[in-house]
């Protein structure tokens, strides 16, 4: 399996999941010319700009650490964009969702609330 569709069906996962605890989901694949955002979503008083993050089990690194301080910049200036074109009064929070597979089965999804 390509990273890039292992990251499709991680991001899927993750949408489902925050389908599942009551988010809703208001934008995938969010691109500006700053970058994207894997997830868009809203809940309770909170807009969440998410990046998803999918890795096999057994890997060296948590999914995690894959987000710098350089992709955390452009998700911000991503979400600046969003917040400004939909004028959202909610409150913007970063997350990071964890996605970890073994084998192409889920294994785990952790979400990592205001995670910068």
Do not use: W
């Not at 949408?15 to 700053?34: C, E, F, P, S, V």
């Not at 057994?58 to 979400?79: F, H, N, Q, T």
């Amino acid at each position: 399996m390509t990273a890039r569709l292992l990251g499709a069906m991680g991001e899927q996962m993750a949408a489902r999941y925050l389908r599942d605890n009551g988010y809703h989901i208001k934008a995938a694949n969010y691109r500006t010319r700053i970058g994207e955002i894997d997830i868009i979503a809203s809940k309770g008083k909170y807009i969440c700009f998410i990046e998803v993050k999918t890795r096999r089990r057994g890997g060296y690194l948590m999914p995690k650490d894959a987000v710098d301080e350089c992709k955390e910049r452009k998700i911000i200036g991503s979400a600046e964009v969003y917040m400004a074109y939909k004028n959202s009064k909610l409150l913007p929070r970063f997350d990071i969702i964890e996605v970890l597979l073994n084998g192409n089965d889920l294994y785990k999804i952790n979400h990592i609330k205001g995670a910068f």
